[in-house]
């Protein structure tokens, strides 16, 4: 084969080593930009599905939308009330005859359903301790009938997101282990398929330091270029999010986005340059014979 075109096939076969380990670090840095995501907002979506929780207020029969109102007033002045939202006797009625049925008022000669006022808690109030001293305090106030709240929901909701976070940290750093054996095995190939450069390096009498400093140099970039296909990759995803459900990435805090990003950007060059680094070392203590095997 011509000097030229072998030339040529090497090259070749070096960009595509390049790009595939470019590739390969991408998709394993998406994979920490998702995790990371995941646990940076854990605080923001526990929060969510706390404060989505509701408590009923229900009035005395003889109340009127207008007292709902005044009550209501009452609930927003409460320190531990995220929302409150007054259910009118006529939207009450209307939710009933989506579960029961249009004709369940027959049976009765006025609308039994009372005015109520659905209130939401603020998250760090969502706790069977914090309930039993909130409704007291909901059931002292004049014209509340009674104070429906789910305890049981509340209990199993807090339980399975303890779980959920556990789970979530456990997977979280197996997920950092493999993510840096895969990234630090894919720059060992690349780089060791480069070991007769080095020795090269070191038989004209280069110091180690010089002939890490291109190696180095080239990690930074390869880390840098993965991070950032990474990181639009992970941008898409939750652009999509965004477009599919915007109640849930309304959850997320764009300070947070930002600092996932940075995390991404970090860890792809710092492994880089680490496992480069590594290896470079190793290679260069080697003998010619060994870099045969």
């Given at each position: 084969?011509?000097?030229?075109?072998?030339?040529?096939?090497?090259?070749?076969?070096?960009v595509?080593?390049?790009?595939?380990?470019?590739?390969?670090?991408?998709?394993?840095?998406?994979?920490?930009?998702?995790?990371?995501?995941l646990?940076?907002?854990?605080?923001?979506?526990?929060?969510?599905?706390?404060?989505?929780?509701q408590?009923?207020?229900?009035?005395?029969?003889e109340s009127?939308?207008?007292?709902?109102?005044?009550?209501a007033?009452?609930?927003?002045?409460?320190?531990?009330?995220?929302?409150?939202?007054?259910?009118?006797?006529?939207?009450?009625?209307e939710?009933?005859?989506?579960?029961?049925?249009?004709?369940?008022?027959?049976?009765?000669?006025?609308?039994?359903?009372?005015?109520?006022?659905?209130?939401?808690?603020?998250?760090?109030?969502?706790?069977?301790?914090?309930?039993?001293?909130?409704?007291p305090?909901?059931?002292?106030?004049?014209l509340?009938?009674?104070?429906?709240?789910?305890?049981?929901l509340?209990?199993?909701?807090?339980?399975?997101?303890?779980?959920?976070?556990?789970?979530?940290?456990?997977?979280?750093?197996?997920?950092?282990?493999?993510?840096?054996?895969?990234?630090?095995?894919?720059v060992?190939?690349?780089?060791?398929s480069?070991?007769?450069?080095?020795?090269?390096?070191?038989?004209?009498?280069?110091?180690?330091?010089?002939?890490?400093?291109p190696?180095?140099?080239?990690?930074?970039?390869q880390?840098?270029?993965a991070?950032?296909?990474?990181?639009?990759?992970?941008?898409?995803i939750?652009?999509?999010?965004?477009?599919?459900?915007?109640?849930?990435?309304g959850?997320?805090?764009t300070?947070?986005?930002?600092?996932?990003?940075?995390?991404?950007?970090?860890?792809?060059?710092?492994?880089?340059?680490?496992?480069?680094?590594?290896v470079?070392?190793?290679?260069?203590?080697?003998?010619?014979?060994?870099?045969?095997?």
């Open positions: 084969m011509p000097k030229a075109e072998n030339n040529k096939l090497i090259r070749r076969r070096l595509n080593a390049y790009v595939s380990s470019i590739i390969s670090i991408s998709l394993v840095l998406l994979l920490i930009g998702i995790a990371s995501t646990v940076v907002n854990a605080g923001s979506v526990t929060r969510y599905f706390k404060e989505s929780m408590i009923s207020v229900l009035l005395k029969q009127s939308d207008a007292d709902a109102v005044d009550v007033g009452k609930l927003e002045k409460l320190p531990y009330v995220k929302t409150v939202s007054v259910v009118t006797r006529e939207q009450g009625t939710e009933l005859k989506s579960m029961l049925g249009d004709d369940f008022l027959s049976v009765f000669e006025s609308s039994p359903v009372p005015v109520s006022v659905d209130v939401s808690l603020v998250s760090e109030y969502v706790s069977a301790d914090s309930l039993a001293v909130v409704i305090v909901l059931q002292s106030i004049p509340v009938d009674e104070v429906s709240c789910q305890e049981s509340v209990d199993a909701l807090n339980a399975n997101l303890t779980r959920i976070s556990a789970v979530l940290g456990v997977f979280v750093v197996l997920l950092l282990f493999i993510s840096y054996v895969l990234i630090n095995n894919t060992r190939l690349s780089v060791f480069r070991r007769f450069t080095i020795h090269t390096m070191k038989l004209v009498g280069a110091t180690k330091a010089y002939i890490c400093k190696f180095i140099i080239g990690s930074i970039w880390g840098t270029l991070s950032l296909i990474a990181i639009c990759a992970l941008s898409g939750l652009i999509a999010l965004r477009n599919s459900f915007p109640a849930l990435f959850i997320l805090r300070e947070l986005l930002v600092a996932v990003m940075g995390i991404v950007l970090v860890c792809g060059v710092l492994i880089c340059v680490t496992s480069t680094w590594i470079v070392n190793k290679l260069v203590g080697w003998t010619r014979d060994e870099l045969y095997y």
